[in-house]
C-alpha cells in the first residue's frame, strides 16, 4: 500500500505535462517558473495528502482531502486554479495547525490532572 501511495505521485506528473506545456519549457519565463513551482508544490501536496503527513505531523481527514483537491486544482495551469490551489492549502495549513494545538492542549491538561491527581 505505501508503494501505492509514493507512486501516485509519478502516476500524475505525466498529466502535468500535457496540461503544462510550460513544464516542457515552451513559453515565456514567467510561465515557464510559475509552472514550475506549481507543479513541484502541486507534487509535495498530493504526497502528503495521500500519506497522511503534513507540517510535521499526522494529518487528519479534512487536511487530507484538502491537501488532494488543492494538489488537484495546481495540476490544471491558470490563475484561477492556482490561486484556489493555494487557498486550499492554506486552509489546510490552517486547520492542521488548530487540530494540533488541541491535541497539544489537551495533552497538557491530561498530564497536569494526572500531576494534581
Known amino acids: 500500500m505505501t508503494s501505492m501511495k509514493i507512486g501516485i505521485v509519478a502516476f500524475i506528473i505525466p498529466f502535468v505535462f500535457v496540461y503544462g506545456p510550460a ?34 505531523k499526522k494529518a487528519n481527514v479534512l487536511v487530507r482531502i484538502l491537501l488532494i483537491a488543492a494538489s488537484l486544482t495546481l495540476i490544471v495551469p491558470g490563475l484561477i ?16 495547525l488548530y487540530f494540533s494545538s488541541k491535541k497539544v492542549d489537551q495533552n497538557v491538561t491530561k498530564k497536569i490532572n494526572e500531576i494534581e491527581g
Open 23 to 56: 513544464i516542457l519549457l515552451q513559453g515565456t519565463p514567467t510561465q515557464i517558473i510559475v509552472s514550475t513551482l506549481t507543479a513541484l508544490i502541486g507534487a509535495f501536496v498530493l504526497a502528503s495528502g495521500v500519506e497522511g503527513w503534513f507540517i510535521g
Open 81 to 96: 486554479t492556482d490561486t484556489i490551489g493555494l487557498g486550499l492549502i492554506l486552509a489546510s495549513i490552517m486547520v492542521q
